[in-house]
């Protein structure tokens, strides 16, 4: 089901125009309007959804196989040296447009664009009773 109110929807219609470089039944790939790089492109499910939570896990596949064959394409394309893969899940993560979308950014040995600065645990008991915790709730749920 498609949503009237959102934007991807409207580049899956042809209601808004978009820059295609990639398609198949299940998705489409086009060029993002604001790149970091250029050749910066996103890959979207033709239906709408919200999220990684949401999207069903064989379209999770194709976006990964489009991600692979439209990537290659784009580092030849852009004469890049790198390719970063980003999807931002919601408000906290930075999503701004509610309709599942990969990112596919080319990098460059001199862009200057840093990564986000990481963090420390306390202590090594810290990082294992997380990762138990999570364990147990992937056990849960699967
Ligand atoms: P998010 O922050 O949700 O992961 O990223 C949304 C991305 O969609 C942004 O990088 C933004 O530049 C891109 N975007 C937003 N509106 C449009 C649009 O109408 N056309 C295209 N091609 N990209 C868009
Ligand atoms: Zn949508």
Not at 16 to 41: M, R, W
Not at 116 to 128: I, L, R, T
């Amino acid at each position: 089901m498609n949503n009237q109110d959102c934007i991807f929807c409207k580049i899956v219609s042809g209601e808004i125009p978009c820059f295609k470089i990639y398609e198949t039944d299940q998705i489409l790939s086009f060029l993002d309007i604001g790149p970091v790089n250029k050749g910066h492109a996103l890959i979207i499910p033709k239906e709408h959804y919200k999220n990684i939570w949401d999207l069903p896990s064989d379209l999770g596949k194709e976006i990964i196989s489009a991600a692979q064959i439209a990537g290659d394409s784009i580092v030849k394309a852009t004469g890049a040296d790198g390719l970063n893969l980003i999807m931002n899940n919601n408000e906290a993560a930075g999503q701004l447009v509610f309709h599942a979308h990969l990112h596919l950014i080319p990098r460059f040995n001199e862009d200057g664009l840093k990564h986000w600065d990481q963090s420390e645990y306390k202590n090594m008991d810290e990082a294992m009773a997380l990762a138990q915790k999570i364990e147990k709730m992937i056990k849960g749920i699967n």
